[in-house]
């Protein structure tokens, strides 16, 4: 992230969005040893997987809660497609059972993170659209 803080956008701030590009960080260093064979097959499938967790936290949150909402689904779809990916990895050898392991600390921490963002925004969502009662009409208590 830039050290100008008047050139970040409100997303940048998310903990979640930060923790994904520590995510694509490990993801391209974890490729760069699987076989140029899979080039084109697991390594890009891996990566634009891992891409897109952090493209729909930031593509979303110039949008409504509901639309933000959406695309936090989106990116939850992405890091399970990166479970996958890291499932395939260590099968076919490419990986060790430690870097599997930490590949789906990593994931799991990023999921957690996601549903209580979208929890949060979910009840916000639920508080602006509460029916606004004038306290006249409010029953009285007995």
Do not use: H, W
């Not at 490990?26 to 890009?44: A, G, H, S, W």
Request: aromatic fraction near 8%.
């Amino acid at each position: 992230m830039s050290e100008d803080k008047e050139n970040i956008f409100n997303f940048e701030k998310l903990i979640v969005y930060q923790k994904s590009l520590d995510f694509i960080d490990c993801v391209y260093d974890l490729t760069d040893k699987f076989p140029q064979n899979e080039r084109f097959n697991l390594i890009d499938q891996y990566r634009r997987a891992a891409t897109s967790i952090a493209l729909n936290i930031g593509e979303g949150s110039g949008g409504t809660d509901k639309e933000f909402n959406s695309f936090l689904r989106i990116s939850k779809r992405s890091m399970k497609e990166c479970v996958v990916c890291t499932t395939v990895a260590l099968r076919r050898k490419y990986i060790t059972i430690d870097e599997e392991v930490l590949m789906r600390n990593k994931l799991v921490e990023l999921a957690k993170m996601n549903s209580g963002l979208s929890k949060s925004i979910r009840s916000k969502i639920l508080l602006s659209n509460k029916p606004k009662t004038p306290n006249s009409v409010l029953p009285t208590p007995d």
